[in-house]
């Protein structure tokens, strides 16, 4: 009879060591995926910076302004409306001096 209960006893202790070593097991896992949530969103919120950062530096490359003095510099300007011709369809469109006027068609 006394061999049985310290069975039972043993038995009973053993599974509250399994029960206590699996919350220490579950603890560590959740501590670890914490740190882990903590360090990606660091590198979200860096990247998110830098993305913001790329777009304002993306903005200000095509500024009209920007590109319009940096073809002055280079010695381009627009080119004159005397000298733009569209072709629609096989109809030539010549805009000379802000009018539309059609040629006719080859």
Request: hydrophobic share 45%; net charge negative.
């Amino acid at each position: 009879m006394k061999r049985a209960a310290g069975r039972v006893v043993f038995a009973f202790a053993s599974l509250l060591a399994l029960l206590a070593l699996s919350q220490v097991v579950l603890y560590n896992l959740r501590l670890h995926r914490t740190l882990q949530l903590q360090q990606i969103s660091g590198e979200c919120a860096s990247l998110e910076r830098e993305v913001e950062e790329l777009q304002n530096q993306a903005t200000e490359l095509l500024s009209p302004t920007r590109l319009e003095a940096i073809g002055e510099r280079l010695g381009l300007a627009p080119m004159p409306l005397e000298r733009l011709a569209v072709q629609d369809g096989g109809m030539d469109v010549d805009i000379m001096s802000g009018e539309v006027a059609l040629a006719q068609p080859r």
